[in-house]
């Protein structure tokens, strides 16, 4: 069964405006959690990560927010740009060895 | 630094064919890693090397094997493919020095088709 649920497939938002992806997930040994970025014919690039001992973490136009005891954890994408039009991957992981990844989310990002 | 490279970027093989794939990190890390991707799965890990000379199963190992070469390579083996193993492939690399999670650095992929 699937470690991290991503929600949601794909999301369509107009520039200018919030894009918002949700993860859960299950086992609460999990102490990295990752966003990774992945745009078309390229591998997936490290875009912003948290450990569980904050619930927020922000760098530029992105933002995690964690929430531990509900075991979820989000990514904000302020101010969309065309440019940010990709695929977005949550991943949890407790060891070097077992990193989970969530099925991905389609973003699109309207002019 | 080219980072971490993969060969070849694709490639068509018939059922029961084998083949290797190729895949060198330039940035002298400790663990490399084989995930496939699949649409609607994510990337799920088939196998890992936590450092040179050690190879371990991840969570999809069946109808693959591996071989760590050297600190810089490490190669994916399909012996007798199968149309299931259709997928695009990715190596990925980290430090491996921390206990938890690290940043893995993924290659550009190998998209195979199995006909």
């Known amino acids: 069964q699937q470690q991290v649920k991503q929600s949601p497939q794909s999301l369509i938002v107009q520039k200018g405006g919030i894009s918002i992806i949700n993860c859960a997930y299950e086992?609460?040994?999990?102490?990295?959690f990752p966003w990774y970025q992945q745009f078309p014919g390229k591998g997936p690039a490290l875009l912003i990560a948290?450990?569980?001992?904050?619930s927020e973490k922000k760098e530029g136009r992105f933002t995690i927010s964690f929430n531990k005891s509900a075991k979820q954890f989000s990514l904000h994408i302020m101010d969309s740009q065309p440019g940010d039009s990709a695929t977005y991957f949550c991943?949890?992981?407790?060891?070097?060895?077992?990193?989970?990844f969530g099925a991905g989310t389609r973003l699109t990002v309207k002019p | 630094n080219a980072g971490v490279t993969q060969t070849p970027k694709f490639q068509v093989l018939k059922t029961g064919q084998s083949m290797t794939l190729q895949c060198a990190q330039d940035?002298?890390?400790?663990?490399m890693y084989w995930y496939r991707q699949d649409p609607g799965m994510g990337l799920r890990l088939i196998y890992y090397?936590?450092?040179?000379?050690?190879?371990d199963k991840g969570e999809v190992p069946n109808g693959y094997n591996v071989s760590r070469l050297n600190k810089r390579e490490f190669s994916l083996r399909l012996e007798s493919a199968a149309p299931s193993q259709t997928s695009v492939y990715f190596c990925?690399?980290?430090?491996?020095?921390?206990?938890?999670?690290?940043?893995?650095?993924f290659g550009p992929g190998t998209r195979l088709l199995v006909l």
């Open positions: 990925a690399s980290t430090w491996g020095v921390s206990r938890g999670g690290e940043t893995q650095y």
């Open positions: 090397s936590a450092s040179e000379g050690t190879t």
């Open positions: 940035m002298n890390h400790n663990s």
């Open positions: 991943a949890a992981s407790r060891s070097q060895n077992d990193m989970r």
């Open positions: 948290i450990r569980p001992d904050v």
């Open positions: 086992n609460t040994a999990f102490d990295y």
